[in-house]
């Protein structure tokens, strides 16, 4: 694992005290919280497209409902139209 993807020990603790979980499992709590808001634009479109696709949503429904997604996501993005997250996707 990279340092800059190793969840600080102190925060692990601090999760660990607070939740009453081990510290291994506050250490995965803490490290997914930390690649949630790590995640690009790009992988957050394509990782929610597969998602929503295994669950058989259309194109045109997927493409709309990450638009919106989009503005609502904790890391600011750009708006983007269905085109482009359609570019995201498929290249």
Do not use: C, M, S
């Given at each position: 694992m990279s340092e800059a993807?190793?969840?600080s020990e102190d925060?692990?603790?601090q999760v660990s005290r607070t939740?009453?979980?081990?510290?291994?499992?506050?250490?995965?709590?803490?490290a997914d919280v930390l690649a949630y808001f790590t995640e690009t634009t790009e992988q957050y479109v394509r990782r929610r497209h597969r998602e929503l696709q295994t669950y058989g949503a259309r194109n045109d429904e997927i493409f709309a409902?990450?638009?919106s997604e989009l503005r609502h996501w904790?890391?600011?993005s750009p708006e983007l139209s269905a085109r482009q997250l359609r570019r995201i996707v498929y290249g």
């Open positions: 993807a190793d969840p925060l692990v603790d939740t009453g979980l081990t510290p291994d499992d506050a250490r995965r709590v803490v409902r990450l638009g904790p890391v600011r």
